[in-house]
Every structure is written in structure tokens, then in C-alpha cells.
């Protein structure tokens, strides 16, 4: 299996880049995340790769970061979801924006990625829920030390994921740790 390519980009063409890897030209299929951070032609770069063997392709799909390419792989493993799906859900939301929408089962903003009907977007919610949890999605949109530090206690009290972000999502913004644990108590006890 190829898990990494590091070359010359040679060709962006969206959503496929070529990438130059000693005198080997390989195609890859990224999402437009990538896509729009990749450097300009003929510079270094450097793709974490999910390599998919079908009867009548092999195909290569590339990404920025590792976060990025488990999302595609959790994706991908849900039937009725294929590689081009997967691509289009990560080219319409980010991982942390994908993980907090399962995390809050918000199938409103899977929907909004061209591609995704209602149905998708509930198979989605229920199969991936609790395989892309907060270590990935709430903590990312954590804006501070302080609040990460709020939201594991609030899930080490027993907290669900939805509860603890919710709660998390009502702080003031500066709010120190004992503050903040005291003010989500109060939050989720109403």
C-alpha cells in the first residue's frame, strides 16, 4: 500500500494533482481542503495517501493532514458511501466542522455538501457517532487551554459529548477553569 508520497507537484487540476516522485509521475485525488493548500507548481509536497484497489481502477486519494485521511477512511467504511462521496463531504466542511456535526447530530450541515441527501446525512450521523468523537471534533473548536480543560471534566463527570459541547458552546469566551466548570454545572442542570 502507498501511505505517503513526498515529490515535486507537476500538475493541479482539481480535484486531481500530479505529483513528481523521482522521475514517477503519480495522480491523486484530493479534496478541495487540500486542494487549496497545496504550494505552487514545481514545489515540494508532500501527501499522506489512502490507496483504493477496485476491479476496474486503482486509484490514489491524497491529504494535507492525518485527521483528514481517518475521516476519509471512517467515510468510506459506511455502506452506500464511496470514495468520491467521502471526497465531496471533506471538500464541503472540514474534519473539525464533520466532527462536530456528528458529535451534535446536526444533519443540516451534512446536507449542504453537494452530494449528501437526508438520508446520507442520517446514515452518516448514526454510523460515524462516537468513531469521530471529541478527541477530534469538540476539542478542535476548543478555543483555549482553559476550555479544554472545562470540556474533559465535563466528560469525566458522566457529561455526553452533545451536552459537553453545548455547555461549552454557552461560556464566556475567557472564562478560567473553576469558573467555567461551575457556570456549565449550572448550564446543563436547568
Known amino acids: 500500500m502507498i501511505g505517503k508520497l513526498t515529490g515535486t507537484l ?5 480535484p486531481e494533482v500530479i505529483v513528481d516522485c523521482n522521475g514517477v509521475g503519480y495522480e491523486v485525488l484530493v479534496p478541495m481542503s487540500t486542494f487549496y493548500n497545496l ?8 501527501l499522506l495517501t489512502h490507496f483504493v484497489v477496485r476491479e476496474d481502477a486503482q486509484l490514489l486519494y491524497g491529504f494535507a493532514s492525518a485527521a483528514e485521511r481517518e475521516a ?11 470514495p468520491r462521496t467521502a ?4 471538500s464541503g466542511m472540514s474534519v473539525s ?4 456535526a456528528i458529535t451534535l447530530q ?10 449528501i441527501g437526508k438520508k446520507t446525512a442520517e446514515r452518516l450521523l448514526l454510523e ?10 469538540v476539542v478542535a473548536t ?3 487551554d482553559a476550555q479544554a480543560d472545562i470540556l474533559q471534566a465535563l466528560l469525566a463527570l458522566g457529561y455526553s459529548d452533545k451536552e459537553a459541547a453545548l455547555a461549552l458552546k454557552a461560556l464566556p469566551k475567557d472564562v478560567g477553569v473553576s469558573d467555567g466548570i461551575k457556570l456549565a454545572l449550572k448550564s446543563l442542570a436547568r
Open 128 to 137: 460515524l457517532k462516537g468513531k469521530m468523537g471529541p478527541d477530534i471534533g
Open 39 to 46: 504550494p505552487e507548481l514545481g514545489a515540494k509536497v508532500s
Open 10 to 14: 507537476d500538475n493541479k487540476n482539481p
Open 72 to 82: 476519509f477512511r471512517q467515510l468510506i467504511k459506511i455502506s452506500g458511501v464511496g
Open 106 to 115: 446536526e444533519a443540516g450541515r451534512l446536507i449542504k455538501v453537494p452530494g
Open 87 to 90: 471526497l465531496s463531504v471533506l
Open 97 to 100: 466542522e464533520l466532527t462536530q
Open 142 to 144: 476548543v478555543a483555549s
